[in-house]
């Protein structure tokens, strides 16, 4: 693992020793936040110094190869335009890190919400025995996430049939992602606005997906005592009799 200066871990590696010899190089890239079998590689480290530790992960225990290798990060000041700022900088990416890791985990609760709530409609009109005045409030519920969706994604439709939309939250903060991916030269005011305003509307989502989720949990408790088929997002709500 890569420590910074101040002690925080900024880069872990694995790696499986091949004939006993195993080598690994770094891109001077921190870890990304967007999801664990996304990649290797987040936004570039700041030049400074940094430790490597090295430990061997066995069945019996883990055992310290390398307490702390010290080394230092150097710019090789090759670029047209520098950051004034660097720390700066750096601080901008861990923001825009911290949300894009937010982000993508909303929106995978999202998915997830979205194949419960066809389950759940198909229970209520399936199954004997359940209160058929809870369709309605399913459906209300796709329709809350729909538009929750569209505010992450935007509209697909009208992208098809090539009318102009706003910008989805998604991608307006791909957006800033990629335009400082290997930028050195510090943040733009625009792109810092961007970043401010899919903070907000990551704020409007997330909020409306927990009070989605409240919602379905408490029509699952009333299906739990119909009771219907086991549904993967009831847990312990779900009854073996």
């Not at 903060?173 to 050195?184: A, P, R």
């Amino acid at each position: 693992m890569i420590t910074n200066g101040a002690g925080k871990e900024v880069k872990r590696f694995t790696t499986s020793p091949t004939k006993g010899i195993s080598r690994v190089t770094w891109n001077l890239r921190a870890n990304p936040t967007t999801s664990i079998a996304g990649g290797t590689n987040g936004f570039l480290v700041p030049a400074g110094t940094y430790s490597l530790a090295v430990y061997l992960v066995k069945n019996i225990g883990i055992d310290t190869l390398v307490k702390a290798h010290v080394f230092n990060v150097k710019a090789l000041n090759n670029q047209t335009l520098v950051a004034k700022d660097p720390i700066a900088l750096d601080g901008f990416r861990k923001d825009v890190s911290a949300l894009s890791r937010k982000v993508n985990g909303v929106g995978e609760i999202m998915k997830e919400l979205e194949a419960q709530l066809g389950l759940v409609q198909s229970a209520l009109l399936n199954y004997p025995n359940t209160d058929l005045q809870l369709v309605q409030q399913v459906r209300t519920l796709k329709l809350g996430l729909d538009s929750c969706m569209v505010v992450m994604y935007g509209d697909g439709l009208l992208s098809k049939h090539e009318f102009e939309s706003a910008p989805s939250l998604t991608g307006r903060l791909g957006m800033v992602e990629y335009m400082i991916y290997d930028n050195t030269a510090g943040a733009t005011a625009s792109q810092k606005a961007n970043l401010m305003v899919a903070t907000d509307e990551y704020a409007l989502v997330s909020a409306h997906v927990k009070r989605m989720l409240m919602e379905l949990n408490a029509i699952e408790e009333k299906l739990a005592n119909v009771p219907i088929p086991y549904t993967r997002s009831r847990g312990l709500t779900w009854k073996e009799d």
